[in-house]
């Protein structure tokens, strides 16, 4: 295959050869005007090849630059979704020991954290805590309103740490059958308005398909977890269980 240089030369040989051609001096000679010819078309079958080889040489390139954004996003992606359910863990886990120290640790600084018993979120029931709370919480007597029981409508009163055993922690999410980030696992009859309550927010889902095989899965259970980024770093504003309801 000719490259740049070897076209240049052909077109000087053939400035040269046409020259020669009309020269006064010149012999008309049809032999030498018919190779010029077929050298003419071939420099420029050449100039056409080459153009080609450019063009398909920068569409390869474009390919390449988009298949190398789409992989950095694909990167910055799965380590957002890291880094999100690496910090959910954390709180399960601070949950799962009633460690308040990490688990104020995480709570969103401004916002504080809302506890949802079922999966519809409603900001006129749901009690909301500051980080500074729980120190003092986990140990009050007192007991508080959380919402109204599935089916029955009576009122959930508990102290938060028997909320936390009932309506948090009530089984070990830290080894769930599944996890969902920022994708919904559990769903059953109650409106699950995670998103448009927390619209900017990622959560994980901590799931367990179910307990006993003759309900058919409708003792399925989730303690979803939802975050905001702060500057980087993960702060808890939600914490909602989620479980069938009638």
Known sequence: MMNKKLILQLLLLLTTLIFMGCSPEAPDNSADLE????LETKVAEQ???IESIELAKTAAELEITTLKLEL?????SASVSTSLLGAALDVAQS????????????????LGVRFTPYGYVNPSVDLSYPSTAFAALITDPTNYTWGAFDGSGDPIIYTFADYL????????????????V????????????????????????FHFTGFDPQYGG????????????????????????NQWTI
């Open 47 to 49: 100039m056409t090849e």
């Open 95 to 110: 949950l799962a020991d009633q460690d308040m120290t990490t688990f104020s640790s995480y709570v969103h600084p401004t």
């Open 165 to 180: 055993d009932n309506f948090v922690y009530d089984e070990d999410y830290v080894t769930p059958h599944l996890v969902g």
């Open 35 to 38: 190779a010029i010819a077929a």
């Open 182 to 205: 920022n994708n919904f696992i559990g769903t059953g009859n109650s409106i699950n308005n995670i998103t448009t309550l927390y619209p900017t927010a990622s959560f994980v889902e």
């Open 218 to 241: 409708m003792d399925w259970t989730s303690l979803i977890l939802v975050f905001e980024n702060v500057a980087g770093d993960w702060k808890i504003v939600g914490v909602v269980h």
């Open 72 to 76: 950095e996003s694909l990167e910055s």
